[in-house]
């Protein structure tokens, strides 16, 4: 209704529609053609101990798989990078239909999910809590998912969703390589200077968007539907589904490529 925007009002994890005094926030279209190659950029060199998986959360917006960052055990380093930073969490955006769900587009096309792995810079801080503050404190690699054939990788997770249902439950999840998520080519991306794309909005982010995508069945997208936003006690239960912000102007940004 008008009054319920007129009083701004946004589902939470939207936040404001554009930070205030933002120059550089998330996500963002990509215009392939107007990213300019940079030669410079390594190959990026992820290298991550599936022993450091720990557990998922239904924090209210998506569902975090989480890592011990206590140690350099689970790092990324290389593309655009100068620091070693660490794996803390991967999480998901997705829509309730596969017509769309990411949070980035390539030309306008939206695919109906999108996968953020979340890297805090350990040269320059002790703490994920202190990196999310500071310009290029962090690192996300997003790759886009596409409806196709099953992602074996991806069961073992989808499997144990049923068991993370309702906001603020936790389940222990080990063992895990977060690397099976990753495209076969990692050296094709796009990368710019952002922000995070849920509450606080800090302008801390490094984003590396992978230009292959990876394909995940139906049935494994229609599971992470089967979530909720809502905690067990909340009398009505609401699908955790279009957990993704809107675009937010570019700014002047220029979006580097890896490749030509
Ligand atoms: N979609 S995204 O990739 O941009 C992304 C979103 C959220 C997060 C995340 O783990 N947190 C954001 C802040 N929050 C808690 C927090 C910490 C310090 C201060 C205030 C609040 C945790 C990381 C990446
Ligand atoms: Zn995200």
Redesign the pocket.
């Given at each position: 209704s008008i009054a319920h925007f007129s009083t701004g009002m946004h589902p939470m994890w939207q936040g404001p529609l554009v930070a205030p005094g933002g120059n550089r926030q998330?996500p963002i279209d990509i215009r392939v053609r107007k990213s300019v190659f940079d030669p410079h950029l390594k190959p990026l060199t992820p290298d991550y101990d599936p022993g450091t998986c720990s557990q998922i959360w239904n924090n209210g917006y998506s569902f975090?798989v989480e890592y011990d960052d206590t140690t350099d055990k689970s790092i990324l380093k290389g593309g655009p990078l100068e620091d070693n930073f660490r794996l803390c969490?991967f999480?998901f955006?997705w829509g309730e239909s596969n017509a769309w769900g990411s949070?980035h587009t390539v030309d306008r096309r939206l695919f109906p999910a999108e996968l953020?792995m979340?890297h805090w810079n350990s040269n320059k801080y002790r703490r994920?809590?202190e990196a999310?503050?500071e310009e290029n404190g962090?690192a996300?690699i997003g790759v886009f998912l596409k409806i196709g054939k099953r992602h074996e990788g991806l069961q073992k997770l989808v499997d144990a969703l049923p068991a993370v249902r309702h906001k603020d439950s936790v389940v222990e999840f080990t063992r895990f390589d977060p690397a099976c998520l990753l495209p076969a080519n990692i050296d094709d991306y796009w990368t710019y200077a952002g922000s995070?794309?849920?509450?606080?909005l800090t302008e801390a982010?490094t984003w590396i968007i992978m230009k292959q995508h990876i394909e995940v069945s139906h049935d494994q997208l229609a599971v992470f539907r089967s979530l909720l936003f809502t905690s067990a006690e909340e009398e009505v239960q609401k699908s955790m589904v279009n957990n993704f912000r809107v675009q937010q102007p570019l700014r002047g940004r220029t979006v580097r490529s890896s490749f030509t």
């Open positions: 998330s975090l969490q999480h955006h949070e953020h979340v994920f809590e999310v503050m962090l996300v995070l794309t849920t509450p606080p982010v």
